[in-house]
Structures are given as C-alpha cells and as structure tokens.
C-alpha cells in the first residue's frame, strides 16, 4: 500500500512538474510600455531571444511606438561593471552606458558599429548627442534604462518627422 502511495506521488508530482514547464514556455515574453513625451507616442519594449555578436552574447529588445514607422533594436550587452545598450534603427545607431558614474549617450563602440560614420551623421544631431552624455548618476535598472532610451532615443534624430507616420 506505501508502494503505490509513494509511485502515485511521484507520479502526480512528475505531472504537475511537466506541466509548469509547459505553461512557462507559453508565457508571452514580458513587455514595457509608457509614453515617449514625443510625436511618436506611446512605445513598447519586448524581450527577444539573445544574439551573439563579436563572442559576446546580448540581451534583445525590439522597441515600437506608436507613431512609428520602423522598429528599434536595443542590444544589452551585460558586463561586470557595466551595462551597454546599443540601439539601433534602420538609419542610426547610438550606444547608452550604464555604470557607477551614471547612465548616457555616446557613439557606437567601433567593435560593434555597423554603420559608416558618414551614415550615421547623416541622420544623428550631434547636439543632441552631448546632452544626452549623463541623463542620470549612478547605476539604474534595467527596466529604467529601457524606458529612459525609448523616452530620449527619438531626440537623438536630426528629423523626427522622417519616422513618424502622423496621420
């Protein structure tokens, strides 16, 4: 009688395992949402799976707006006392770090630059550029960074309106 008791338990216990293994999987990638304060609008920020680049691995997240008329790549790339977001679009990429000293703007690491400088002026207001260089001091979370991108990331256009899609 204990026997069939005990293989009943792990029988039930194997199943519920099994189970929320498989619902975990169905779960929709977590997303971020807020409000740009720009023509663009509302955005949204969704988790895709990692990519490995230059042998090191980041972290994925495609944002959208609203307003927009093409989406934005942000790529983590987590370090020990550093995080660095590489965001980039189908005209411009930019970089924001992460560290003790605070979070800001900067031009793309030329290990991981895939644009031509001569392209990437063409549409990113330097101006812009060096204001953003400390939005923040100390470190901040990830979820915070994500939303201070996706707020400041359009200012960093030379024309907005070349990616707006207002009706």
């Known amino acids: 009688m204990k026997r069939t008791n005990i293989l009943s ?8 395992m099994f189970g929320m293994t498989n619902a975990s999987a169905a779960i929709t990638p977590e997303t971020l949402s807020g409000e740009s304060q720009t023509i663009l609008g509302e ?3 969704t988790e895709l799976a990692p990519e490995t680049i230059q042998n090191a691995t980041f972290r ?11 989406t934005v790549t942000i790529y983590l790339n987590e370090r020990s006392k550093c995080r660095e977001y590489i965001v980039r679009s ?10 003790k000293q605070g979070f800001g703007a900067s031009n793309v690491n030329s290990k991981y ?8 002026d063409m549409f990113l207001s330097q101006e ?3 204001y953003q260089q400390k939005i923040t001091e100390g470190e901040i979370s990830i979820e915070k960074a994500l939303g201070l991108i ?16 207002l009706n």
């Open 9 to 16: 338990g792990i029988t039930l216990g194997l199943m519920l």
């Open 43 to 45: 955005y949204q920020i």
């Open 60 to 70: 994925v997240f495609q944002l959208d707006y609203k307003n927009g008329n093409g």
């Open 90 to 99: 189908n005209v411009m990429e930019v970089q924001y770090t992460c560290n």
């Open 113 to 120: 630059s895939i644009y031509p400088p001569q392209i990437n």
């Open 128 to 130: 812009a550029l060096a």
């Open 150 to 165: 996706a707020c400041y990331y359009p200012s960093l256009l030379k024309n907005i309106q070349n990616i707006a899609t």
